[in-house]
Nanobody, 125 residues
Framework: QVQLVESGGGLVQFGGSLRLSCAVS????????IGWFRQASGKEREAISC????????YYADSVKGRFTISRDNAKNTMYLQMNSLKPEDTAVYYC??????????????????WGQGTQVTVSS
């Protein structure tokens, strides 16, 4: 059974940083693309960042480019999202996801198969 469990969310002030973690079990992360998505209240879920298993293909949404960094630790079967210079508009529930292939066609929720339960990030102004 594949499980993805996010952690690291919380309340942070404008300009602060958080690192989200996503521990994966029942699934070997090494060979598959991974992604982070978020959903703000009243809005659709949007893609934040995706990366192929090799790291050769990487996507960042314009809204987070230069502030967020996606990474993985294959030895720990865990993926991360480092978030710096946080803004109130970054407030959302953040989800991690894994693909069933080494690369993704599009960094979009329809292309990813396994999902975490989400972790709330709130940025105060």
């Amino acid at each position: 059974q594949v499980q993805l469990v996010e952690s690291g969310g919380g309340l942070v002030q404008f300009g602060g940083s958080l690192r989200l973690s996503c521990a994966v079990s029942g699934f070997t992360l090494d060979y598959y693309a991974i992604g982070w998505f978020r959903q703000a209240s009243g809005k659709e879920r949007e893609a934040i960042s995706c990366i192929s298993s090799s790291g050769n293909s990487t996507y960042y949404a314009d809204s987070v480019k230069g502030r967020f960094t996606i990474s993985r630790d294959n030895a720990k079967n865990t993926m991360y999202l480092q978030m710096n210079s946080l803004k109130p508009e970054d407030t959302a529930v953040y989800y991690c996801a894994t693909h069933l292939n080494s690369d993704y066609l599009e960094c979009a929720q329809w292309d990813f198969s396994f999902w975490g339960q989400g972790t709330q990030v709130t940025v105060s102004s």
